[in-house]
């Protein structure tokens, strides 16, 4: 399984990475994703079973139906977990997005928008090997335009060796029509 990650401003990647699998998944790519979430954020709630089960001790509980099924695993450390623990518990795909995560080692591209509060990481992390941003940046790495869906699936496969470059480069074009059609419009954001 090929791993690459996208992190920084968080409306961009709320906007991206749906976008993203959605053309990835048009060129037959395989795609999970990985998500880290506030530590807020609790899928279960009280007064359902599976919440009592919890409660109780469980230290795993599954919810299941006809259509999905999520694993609640219960953690008594406080550290953030390990990628390469959660990636394994994943069913093999050909590319997983993980979104956030900002200290794991794999290749990632940074968003970096006009409006954003806070300071981008580019500058000092490695692990970064290119740029997604609505506005003009000093860097050496690739910088993509939000809405450069196509262009932005396309280096991501190339960066996590998903294909070799010269099959890449005729999926790409025999399926341009089908992603350059998905873009965000980035200036009607809700905050």
């Known amino acids: 399984m090929r791993v690459f990650g996208i992190i920084g401003n968080c409306r ?73 623990v959660l990636l394994r518990r994943l069913a093999p795909v050909d590319l997983v997005l993980v979104e956030g995560f900002h200290l794991a080692p794999i290749p990632k591209c940074e968003i970096v928008l006009a409006d954003q509060d806070r300071r981008p990481s580019y ?34 496969l190339a960066a996590a060796g998903v294909f070799p470059a010269d099959n890449l480069a005729r999926t790409m074009q025999r399926r341009d029509s089908t992603i350059s059609a998905r873009t965000v419009d980035w200036q009607h954001l809700d905050a």
């Open 123 to 156: 500058p000092d992390d490695p692990s970064i090997v290119a740029l997604i941003s609505d506005t003009s940046l000093q860097s050496t790495l690739p910088i993509f335009p939000p809405n450069a869906i196509g262009e932005i699936a396309e280096f991501i």
């Open 12 to 84: 961009g990647k709320n906007l991206l990475v749906p976008q993203l699998v959605s053309a990835l998944g048009a060129l037959d790519i395989s795609i999970s994703t990985l998500k880290r979430v506030s530590d807020d954020v609790d899928l279960d709630r009280p007064g359902k079973e599976s919440y009592a089960h919890r409660q109780a001790g469980a230290r795993e509980v599954m919810i299941a139906n006809s259509f999905r099924w999520a694993l609640m695993t219960e953690r008594a450390e406080l550290a953030e977990p390990e990628l390469d």
